[in-house]
Nanobody, 124 residues
Framework: QVQLVESGGGLVQAGGSLRLSCATS????????MAWFRQAPGKLREFVAGIARITGSTYYSDSVKGRFTISRDNAKNTVYLQMNSLKPEDTAVYYC?????????????????WGQGTQVTVSS
């Protein structure tokens, strides 16, 4: 069992930056495939960024590639999402997800554990 706790959301102007954190309890985060998803009102939850179990290789959705960076600090059991050049369309609740078995996935169904979410609002 692992618990995920997100933090770092807030209100920012377009073009600004935020860094989200996802603290994991239990086993170290390097033993899990980790990812960030987001869900805007009235929309489906969508994949944002992922970091593979063990290898730590990263992958992104086309909509955030070049602007967002996912990283992992194994000593702190924390995964981060650095978000730069934010746009109003990035406004959503951001969720951290983890899975102990898969290498990684862009599908929400590929993750067994989820955080409670943190709101990110980008004003124009």
């Amino acid at each position: 069992q692992v618990q995920l706790v997100e933090s770092g959301g807030g209100l920012v102007q377009a073009g600004g930056s935020l860094r989200l954190s996802c603290a994991t309890s239990g086993r170290t985060s390097s033993n899990y495939a980790m990812a960030w998803f987001r869900q805007a009102p009235g929309k489906l939850r969508e994949f944002v960024a992922g970091i593979a179990r063990i290898t730590g290789s990263t992958y992104y959705s086309d909509s955030v590639k070049g602007r967002f960076t996912i990283s992992r600090d194994n000593a702190k059991n924390t995964v981060y999402l650095q978000m730069n050049s934010l746009k109003p369309e990035d406004t959503a609740v951001y969720y951290c997800a983890a899975d102990p078995l898969r290498i990684g996935s862009r599908q929400a169904a590929g993750y067994d554990y989820w955080g409670q979410g943190t709101q990110v609002t980008v004003s124009s």
